[in-house]
């Protein structure tokens, strides 16, 4: 079969390996939508790559159809249309029993693709304990939806669950890329009254509004603390969701959190050495401001709890493609957009039926 694979550093390419083998509690399946992401392009072209392996086939974000189980696999048979979550953890671990699936074998080793074995981006590929990562797809649901889902709507929402957001509350979101705009989305379902989305590519702004962001903050206006505290007369926010930016945006963040408050970040500081945070924002570490940083869980019941609000009609989550491909061999070109990254990018997908 064939894969795009990371190479070596800074190189990416197609591969040709066997179809990888089906165990007791797996499943193989056949993708029908995929889609890059920012990891992806940290793997290949940062310093996000976590295994020795060579010629690692990329990708963790998809849709398939099962193709084949093994022997112990009781809810899923081939045919099955799934949602497959980017994380895809072994369960049976001591942190996955905690509720932290995600960490399974240390930080962020949930995520089973690439870590431990080639991904998505390839003819057929092999998902780890299929009853409990497989997610099946609702016939009201779109292969664009789904795929947003497995890992774009998972994340982001999880950044507003880090942050604990309360109906009526104000809250802040750094960064509206396809991330910060489930950020976002995921504000709104848990009842922000008023949300201040940092940003400012119209094509962003454009959905963040349809999302439920209230007020957009455009960085290149000004400074981004000083333009939160004047559109919240001085008192800042309740919760901070940082889902973009750099090693900074923490600090910023923290500035413009209310004493009591929680940011919940769900962004990936690639390379970065250190994260400086302003200890006067921090009140000297006594300002009661609680910092949250994760990856999002995996798994299917976090799936199937997700894919519920775009099957009854409350959520669109296919409003993050901007690029949509149809060929299989367009994902090596939509992993080029997503690294370059032009003005009219949300998200980049590769929809094959």
């Keep these: 079969m064939r894969g795009l694979a990371r190479i070596d550093q800074d190189v990416m390419d197609w591969v040709e390996k066997d179809k990888p083998e089906c165990g007791p509690y797996d499943a193989i399946v056949k993708p029908i939508a995929l889609a890059p992401c920012t990891s992806d392009v940290h793997i290949v072209w940062g310093n996000a790559y976590m295994s020795d392996a060579p010629n690692r086939i990329l990708g963790h974000e998809s849709t398939g159809i099962v193709e084949e189980v093994g022997s112990h696999v009781k809810d899923f048979k081939p045919g099955d249309r799934v949602i497959v979550p980017a994380i895809t953890p072994d369960w049976l671990t001591v942190p996955g029993?905690?509720?932290?699936?995600?960490?399974?074998?240390?930080?962020?080793?949930?995520?089973?693709?690439?870590?431990?074995?080639?991904?998505?981006?390839?003819?057929?590929?092999?998902?780890?304990?299929?009853?409990?990562?497989?997610?099946?797809?609702?016939?009201?649901?779109?292969?664009?939806?789904?795929?947003?889902?497995?890992?774009?709507?998972?994340?982001?929402?999880?950044?507003?669950?880090?942050?604990?957001?309360?109906?009526?509350?104000?809250?802040a979101v750094f960064g509206i890329g396809p991330v910060g705009l489930m950020g976002v989305a995921g504000a709104h379902f848990m009842g922000a009254s008023r949300i201040l989305a940092v940003g400012s590519r119209p094509v962003s702004v454009k959905v963040a509004k349809e999302y439920g962001a209230s007020d957009i903050v455009d960085y290149h206006d000004g400074d981004t603390v000083q333009q939160i505290m004047d559109l919240t007369d001085g008192e800042g926010v309740d919760k901070v969701v940082v889902a973009g930016g750099n090693a900074n945006t923490v600090g910023e963040a923290l500035e413009v959190l209310k004493?009591?408050?929680?940011?919940?970040?769900?962004?990936?500081?690639?390379?970065?050495?250190?994260?400086?945070?302003?200890?006067?924002?921090?009140?000297?570490?006594?300002?009661?401001?609680?910092?949250?940083?994760?990856?999002?869980?995996?798994?299917?019941?976090?799936?199937?709890?997700?894919?519920?609000?775009?099957?009854?009609?409350?959520?669109?989550?296919?409003?993050?493609?901007?690029?949509?491909?149809?060929?299989?061999?367009?994902?090596?070109?939509?992993?080029?957009?997503m690294r370059d990254k032009p003005r009219d990018l949300i998200k980049p997908a590769v929809i094959l039926e």
């Design 259 to 337: 004493v009591g408050g929680i940011l919940g970040n769900v962004n990936h500081y690639d390379g970065a050495a250190e994260i400086p945070l302003p200890a006067l924002a921090w009140g000297a570490g006594l300002a009661d401001k609680t910092i949250r940083g994760g990856v999002c869980p995996g798994g299917r019941a976090r799936m199937e709890q997700l894919v519920k609000l775009v099957q009854y009609g409350r959520f669109d989550s296919s409003k993050l493609i901007t690029h949509r491909f149809t060929n299989f061999d367009d994902i090596y070109e939509a992993m080029i957009i």
């Design 97 to 171: 029993q905690k509720g932290f699936g995600q960490h399974c074998y240390g930080m962020g080793t949930g995520m089973s693709f690439i870590t431990f074995k080639d991904g998505t981006f390839a003819e057929h590929f092999n998902v780890n304990q299929a009853d409990g990562n497989l997610a099946h797809l609702p016939d009201e649901v779109s292969v664009d939806q789904a795929v947003m889902i497995s890992d774009m709507m998972t994340t982001g929402f999880y950044g507003a669950e880090l942050a604990e957001i309360k109906p009526g509350e104000t809250v």
